[in-house]
């Protein structure tokens, strides 16, 4: 490389920071945005609106990088005709190089709906029903040109079409980049939709919905472009009951609704879809398969069943709500592994069927009601959700083949599903311990230590692994305290997650020698016999293997309970209200304060990890600030 | 008064949103650049996506011939893969998925079956009728040819006796994903398959490509020839050779070439018939710091012969009397894996002397020998009998086609025959390594993943 000007390339150094003078790029953002609507009532229960939103967005970016840039010196050089001994042409001329890149999106919003408001003596009916229409359309335009001169605005024309010898190798060949090119997208989507609540004697309530989404959805039929949703519910306000007759519990409400949704995945469709690309060293137009062909494809169904109870005692001292559901889903689109030898790794279509129930519990209670006032806020939920069924013909049999793209391991967005568990679970390899001798890190193979690694993945069931349970909390929610006193509020809010189990990382050697990537558990790792006692970390071995390595940050002793308590935020402010300012008076100044991501209260690991921010430490955020409403 | 006009104005508006609604307005495309191909010119677009068809994935054979060796040193810095297939390891793959060899291959297959199951539906008209058949043409060629690839590892060498029960690898020839592949086909049929396809092709396809890495009808022929010389099959392969050589005899004049050069030979030269490569990824044992030929490969060479400049460069890093390989045909340190003249020569030749036509074979096989040595030099060889021309002519062979991905299809078939079989050996340290004529380990084991996703059974090591 220091020789390369002898050679009659250019200067092939990298100084980072004298490149910083001689890069101008431009950027220019223009938003535009239109709204307006229109309401008109016919009587005083019939009415109709309609509502209109235009809005473009048109980005310009000019990159003009100087010959003196290491990006221009880099490319020139690559690309130059080089016959062993000095530099015999330059493929890209010599010059500055220009590129633009342009956007503009438009979108258009139309809604409009007709509402029904009419009351009877006994019977209240309310209804709407509408339609809504939306079209984004994008288009984008990209161009470069090569030894271009700032002060005369001119530049030279390349060959995009002949592939050349890249220096300093000279033993691959490639196209000059481009940059040019022309991208559109438009997306088009429609809804018509309709509701209507039956109310008898201000007690009973019986409501349903319907609605059909629609889309531009590519390589469908046009069937699939539809997804409708609909939903049948009830209301019993026991209260309003004649024989209802406890004053402390002024309201009790039962509800429940049943719904059924489908929905299509906007990137899976039955037909072979391709993309337009310019093929490899010949630069003639190519297309490349996105998609094989999948005619059995279906909607994704879901049924759901919610029952919720919403009550307050008197003065509100305490209320809230108490919710159940209950959902099964059908044919669910998932993305998942597949013999190679139908012609594609991965697919995507209908993998599994589901079902999962939870409860959701809200109470808000005042506390103190005086001049110091004291509010507690309360949120539980329970959820829980398992796999009932997996198309594929995979068993737990056939499983260990691809733990290495950590499929199961939730690694990858391809996973493969075990039937009767929760959709995501943490899995290990059983861990036998550290190898006495050298530190190496030991499973089971065929109920004996071992470390014959590729043996212990290839011989792995998904029963042979250790479940640990699942790895998203099933138990979480929040509390939140008030306290006001005058002008002045505090609050301050405890989150917490229960039941879950993540998977910590340690010292991967094959990504420390070859990557350079380190981890601090490389200062407890084992380095001489008796080490294992008191550490779980491996010997470093040098060349590294990668199978040990994967072995051991998969295996057991890495995987941690996630449970852990939380102060989310906390929040003071200042209220003044109606401040004269001289012959005008303000309604309310505020001053706050509000620090969110705080920190752990409590973590059920030992290792002194946060679960939810496993690599990185969440970011601590502060903002204070006056806000001021005339 | 007021309320009609409001009236009106709604309702107009409200018709207005409506008729833009018509089902055309849903079926506009998505992106610009989405197609779903149907057309004869969107299957012309499959076709080109050089970066999947023109390469040959025939790396993992590749690395196992003994075209080469790799110095002690150097073999332990090397990826798995490499090591294992270097030593002829029983398990190559140690749990790795995304084996190119199977994967890219079908994924070949894959785009060849989409193509022929799309063009029943596709009229061919008198106007259309060249493009629809070099499109067919060009498909079946893709077909046999990942085919092939994937039989040189996966599958037993071609032994007429055994062939219909030998496992195979599975046929695919359809491009539905929801048809299972439950069990593997038979070595016949297998080669069934690829003989019927590239005979078909080789009809099909026009007689000169658009461009290099497409195939053509000579190109057809010249894998054709390929495969039957693979199976033993020496008319059908003369044939083809001889069908080739009609359209393309042209060789490249040595003389010519700068021996002093990185890559004294051009890509795309004249012999080039179809250019397609082995890479993706490139293994190290493939670049120029890691192989090595040993020197006693080359004292085969004449002090004439110019290959022994163009082919072999000098190591200037101490490692006295070791070179390594230059003469690809790519330019570059890449694997030159296409169909060339100078091999179908070879193909031809080896043919003749195999059905007794001596003087046929010998004038081949001359014709092409001149252009490889310093002009005026040469001699012409004669051959006694037809063992002593078949003899002649395989080393010749071996000394003309090194890093194409050939070898370890030629030892196979040669073991079959007790006079021209191998042991291939390998030193590394202290340790020797062989493989010793039909041993088991010439046939690759299929990657765990495959046989866990299909539940087909993999092959004995």
């Not at chain 1, 295996?555 to 308590?565: A, F, T």
């Not at chain 2, 779903?36 to 023109?54: F, G, K």
Request: aromatic share 12%; with cysteine; hydrophobic share 35%.
């Amino acid at each position: 490389m220091k020789n390369a000007e002898n050679n009659g390339f250019l200067n092939w150094d990298y100084n980072p920071i004298e490149e910083l003078s001689y890069t101008n790029n431009k950027r220019r953002n223009i938003n535009l945005r239109l709204s307006t609507g229109l309401k008109y009532s016919f009587t005083d229960w019939l009415s109709a609106e309609i509502k209109y939103q235009y809005e473009s967005e048109e980005s310009n970016q000019r990159d003009l990088r100087s010959q003196e840039t290491y990006f221009t010196r880099n490319l020139i050089n690559r690309y130059s005709a080089f016959d062993g001994t000095s530099v015999t042409d330059h493929n890209i001329p010599l010059g500055a190089i220009l590129t633009f890149d342009n956007k503009v999106l438009k979108s258009n919003n139309g809604r409009a709906q007709l509402n029904f408001n009419r009351n009877w003596t006994n019977h209240l009916v309310s209804a709407l029903a509408g339609f809504e229409v939306r079209d984004i359309e994008s288009e984008g335009y990209s161009d470069r040109f090569y030894g271009y001169d700032p002060d005369l605005g001119s530049s030279s024309p390349v060959n995009y079409t002949e592939s050349y010898p890249l220096n300093p190798s000279g033993s691959n060949f490639n196209n000059i980049p481009g940059f040019l090119g022309v991208t559109g997208t438009v997306d088009r989507f429609r809804s018509y939709f309709a509701n209507a609540a039956y109310t008898f004697l201000n007690r009973y309530t019986f409501s349903m919905s319907g609605r059909i989404d629609q889309s531009n959805l590519f390589g469908v039929n046009a069937n699939q472009k539809s997804t409708p949703l609909w939903s049948v519910g009830g209301k019993w306000s026991m209260n309003e009951e004649k024989f209802y007759h406890l004053d402390i519990l002024p309201l009790l409400r039962l509800r429940t609704t049943y719904g059924y949704s489908g929905n299509v995945d906007q990137n899976v469709t039955a037909f072979t879809t391709a993309t337009h690309r310019p093929a490899g060293s010949s630069q003639r137009p190519a297309a490349v398969i996105t998609n094989p062909p999948n005619p059995d494809l279906r909607w994704e169904q879901s049924r759901m069943l919610n029952i919720g109870l919403d009550f307050a005692f008197r003065n509100n001292v305490l209320s809230g709500s108490v919710e159940y559901y209950n959902k099964k889903s059908f044919d669910l689109m998932g993305n998942s592994r597949v013999d190679p030898t139908l012609g594609f790794t991965s697919y995507t279509g209908n993998v599994a069927d589901m079902k999962g129930h939870g409860w959701d519990v809200q109470l808000n209670s005042v506390n103190v009601n005086r001049q110091l006032k004291w509010f507690t806020n309360i949120l539980f939920s329970y959820t829980t959700d398992k796999v009932t069924k997996y198309f594929l013909p995979f068993n737990s049999n056939t499983l260990p083949g691809y733990f290495s793209d950590g499929s199961i391991f939730r690694a990858s967005s391809q996973f493969v599903p075990t039937v009767g568990r929760p959709l995501f679970g943490i899995y290990s390899y059983r861990s036998a311990g550290l190898d006495p001798t050298d530190g190496a890190p030991r499973g089971f193979l065929n109920n004996e230590p071992s470390s014959n690694y590729a043996q212990i993945f290839s011989q792995s069931t998904v029963d042979s692994l250790s479940y640990h349970g699942r790895a998203t909390p099933p138990v979480f929610g929040a509390i939140r305290n008030t306290v006001r006193y005058k002008g002045f509020t505090l609050s301050f809010n405890i989150s917490y997650r229960f039941g879950y189990y993540f998977r910590r990382s340690s010292i991967n050697y094959y990504s420390l020698f070859n990557q350079y990537d380190g981890h601090g558990d490389y200062a407890s790792r084992w380095m001489q016999p008796g080490d294992e006692q008191h550490t779980n970390v491996p010997s470093s071995v040098y060349p590294a293997d990668p199978n040990r390595d994967t072995f051991y940050n998969w295996s057991s002793v890495l995987v941690e309970k996630g449970d852990n308590i939380r102060l989310q935020d906390i929040q003071a402010s200042y209220d003044w209200k109606q401040v004269a300012l001289g012959k005008r008076s303000l309604q309310q100044i505020q001053l706050y304060a509000y620090l969110n991501n705080i920190g752990l209260l409590w973590r059920a690991n030992h290792a002194g990890i946060d679960p939810d921010a496993a690599v990185m430490p969440l970011p601590r955020s502060y903002a204070f600030g006056i806000r001021i409403l005339m | 008064m007021k309320s009609t006009t409001y009236c009106f104005i709604i309702l107009t508006s409200t018709l207005l949103l409506a008729t833009s609604c018509d089902d055309n307005w849903l079926n506009i495309k998505r992106d610009r650049a989405l197609i779903v191909p149907t057309t004869l010119s969107d299957m012309r677009l499959l076709l080109r996506n050089e970066s999947l068809l023109a390469l040959d994935f025939r790396q993992l054979v590749a690395l196992s011939d003994d075209d080469y060796y790799v110095p002690s040193a150097l073999y332990s810095s090397a990826s798995t893969i490499e090591r294992n297939a270097y030593v002829w390891k029983a398990d190559i793959y140690e749990s790795q998925v995304g084996i190119v060899d199977w994967d890219k291959s079908y994924e070949q297959i894959a785009v060849a079956n989409i193509i022929l199951d799309a063009l029943p539906s596709i009229e061919a008209t008198a106007a259309n009728l060249s493009e629809w058949n070099d499109v067919k043409g060009g498909a079946l060629h893709l077909r046999a040819r990942a085919l092939f690839n994937l039989a040189q590892a996966f599958c037993k060498p071609y032994n007429p006796i055994s062939a219909a029960t030998d496992p195979g690898v599975p046929v695919r020839t359809t491009s539905n994903i929801n048809i299972p592949v439950s069990s593997r086909s038979t070595v016949k049929e297998v080669y069934e398959q690829i003989t019927a396809d590239l005979e078909e092709a080789s009809e099909l396809l026009r007689e000169t490509p658009d461009f290099i890495r497409d195939p053509s009808g000579p190109a057809g022929h010249g894998w054709a020839a390929r495969c039957y010389l693979s199976i033993g099959n020496y008319e059908k392969a003369l044939v083809h050779a001889d069908a080739y050589l009609q359209k393309h005899n042209q060789l490249l004049d040595f003389n010519t070439l700068n021996t002093t050069s990185n890559f004294p030979i051009q890509r795309y030269n004249i012999e080039v018939i179809q250019h397609t490569e082995i890479s993706d990824p490139i293994y190290s044992f493939f670049s120029n710091a890691y192989h090595r030929v040993p020197d006693s490969f080359r004292e085969m060479y004449d002090d004439n012969d110019l290959r022994r400049l163009v082919f072999f460069r000098d190591r200037f890093t101490g490692e006295l009397g070791t070179f390594g390989f230059k003469g690809q045909y790519t330019g570059s340190s890449a694997p030159f894996s296409g169909i060339s003249t100078n091999e179908v020569y070879l193909i031809r030749a080896e043919c003749n002397a195999r059905l007794g036509n001596i003087a046929a074979a010998m004038d081949d096989l001359n014709t092409l020998l001149e252009t490889r040595w310093l002009a005026g030099t040469y001699v012409k060889l004669i051959a006694s009998n037809e063992k002593d021309a078949l003899q002649i002519i395989l080393r010749e062979r071996r000394k003309e086609l090194l890093f194409r991905g050939l070898r370890w299809t030629d030892i196979r078939r040669l073991n079959q025959d007790p006079d021209y079989a191998t042991t291939i050996t390998r030193n590394l340290d202290s340790l020797t390594y062989s493989l010793v004529p039909n041993d088991p380990k010439f046939v690759l084991p299929i990657p765990e993943y495959v046989i866990d996703l299909s539940g087909i059974a993999q092959n004995e090591r």
